[in-house]
């Protein structure tokens, strides 16, 4: 299939907004490109986009038919945005990207270090990964959040659920800390295989469990409700889905909830919080991530 570039002028506020869309789209690699055109492949982290006028352009190897579906999956622009969609020459675009990617640290010990970097001093937990069509890398301010979440929980023994998996990074995290088993689920079937292989990848394929949301009853038979969730989706799915996922859950079960824009937050704590406990809402770069503990 051919690869197509879909680019998006916009102001700087809504620039991480419109990559996390890309992301969440199957994009192989999302840049951000000033006004000088002068590309820088990710933000600093826990800053804003500095450029008045941002043009985010994601990479997507997609069939004709499906461009005008990913560009409408980004929702509607403002006003003063302009999408352009354009044609690339055919090139290893994510070979490209995985090549520009260093190991990252999380605290506490939690790294994800892609191919052919060796393995950093003082690390607990090690997950291989390298850039895909899976969301989820480690990069983007949602999974940060929950990652540095993980990294800081009493994880041993523990059952998990990875709910929207994408690559499958945030489970794999929690089963390299200590968890026990994980269960990882996502609507997208493609998600879900790059998840498998990168669990096989990880060696520990063999603790972990995989499915669409129509499998979680069945997976959860052998191990009945999990003490832990992390999902990383968009706000609707998370309103959507509370009753389901709070219903996994074992009382006094940790939660991890990201995906979400910070001034989403407080429609997140309104629908979540009368059933947790210690609840905490963490922000980065104009995202923010719900943490509690399930009631008992």
Same mark, same amino acid.
């Given at each position: 299939?051919?690869?197509?570039?879909?680019?998006?002028?916009?102001?700087?506020?809504?620039?991480?907004?419109?990559?996390?869309?890309?992301?969440?789209?199957?994009?192989?690699?999302?840049?951000?490109?000033?006004?000088?055109?002068?590309? +820088? %492949?990710?933000?600093?982290? =826990?800053?804003? /986009? @500095?450029?008045?006028?941002?043009?985010?352009? #994601?990479?997507?190897? *997609?069939?004709?038919?499906?461009?005008?579906?990913?560009?409408?999956?980004?929702?509607?622009?403002?006003?003063?945005?302009?999408?352009?969609?354009?044609?690339?020459?055919?090139?290893?675009?994510?070979?490209?990207?995985?090549?520009?990617?260093?190991?990252?640290?999380?605290?506490?010990?939690?790294?994800?270090?892609?191919?052919?970097?060796?393995?950093?001093?003082?690390?607990?937990?090690?997950?291989?990964?390298?850039?895909?069509?899976?969301?989820?890398?480690?990069?983007?301010?949602?999974?940060?959040?929950?990652?540095?979440?993980?990294?800081?929980?009493?994880?041993?023994?523990?059952? +998990? %659920?990875?709910?929207?998996? =994408?690559?499958? /990074? @945030?489970?794999?995290?929690?089963?390299?800390? #200590?968890?026990?088993? *994980?269960?990882?689920?996502?609507?997208?079937?493609?998600?879900?295989?790059?998840?498998?292989?990168?669990?096989?990848?990880?060696?520990?394929?063999?603790?972990?469990?995989?499915?669409?949301?129509?499998?979680?009853?069945?997976?959860?038979?052998?191990?009945?409700?999990?003490?832990?969730?992390?999902?990383?989706?968009?706000?609707?799915?998370?309103?959507?889905?509370?009753?389901?996922?709070?219903?996994?859950?074992?009382?006094?079960?940790?939660?991890?909830?990201?995906?979400?824009?910070?001034?989403?937050?407080?429609?997140?704590?309104?629908?979540?919080?009368?059933?947790?406990?210690?609840?905490?809402?963490?922000?980065?770069? =104009?995202?923010?991530? @719900?943490?509690?503990?399930?009631?008992?």
């Amino acid at each position: 299939m051919p690869w197509y570039q879909i680019s998006v002028r916009c102001g700087a506020a809504r620039a991480n907004k419109l990559a996390g869309r890309m992301e969440a789209l199957g994009a192989a690699a999302v840049s951000f490109v000033d006004a000088a055109d002068v590309p +820088v %492949l990710e933000p600093p982290i =826990g800053k804003a /986009v @500095l450029w008045g006028s941002t043009c985010v352009q #994601g990479l997507f190897e *997609a069939a004709p038919r499906q461009v005008h579906a990913l560009s409408e999956g980004l929702g509607t622009l403002e006003t003063d945005e302009e999408l352009a969609v354009s044609v690339i020459e055919d090139r290893d675009w994510v070979s490209e990207t995985q090549a520009l990617c260093e190991p990252m640290h999380f605290g506490n010990g939690l790294w994800i270090v892609p191919s052919g970097h060796g393995i950093p001093g003082g690390a607990r937990g090690i997950v291989a990964l390298d850039a895909g069509v899976a969301f989820g890398t480690g990069s983007h301010p949602t999974t940060r959040l929950c990652l540095e979440w993980l990294a800081c929980q009493a994880l041993e023994g523990k059952h +998990v %659920l990875d709910f929207g998996c =994408g690559s499958g /990074v @945030l489970a794999l995290a929690a089963l390299k800390l #200590g968890a026990k088993s *994980a269960v990882l689920i996502d609507i997208d079937r493609q998600a879900v295989e790059a998840a498998r292989a990168n669990a096989e990848r990880n060696a520990v394929a063999h603790r972990a469990r995989f499915g669409e949301p129509s499998d979680l009853p069945h997976l959860l038979q052998s191990t009945g409700n999990v003490e832990v969730l992390v999902a990383n989706i968009l706000l609707e799915p998370l309103l959507e889905l509370s009753g389901n996922l709070l219903a996994a859950l074992a009382p006094g079960g940790a939660v991890c909830l990201s995906g979400t824009l910070e001034d989403q937050a407080s429609r997140l704590e309104q629908t979540y919080g009368p059933h947790l406990s210690c609840t905490e809402v963490a922000a980065l770069a =104009g995202w923010s991530r @719900l943490t509690g503990a399930v009631r008992h």
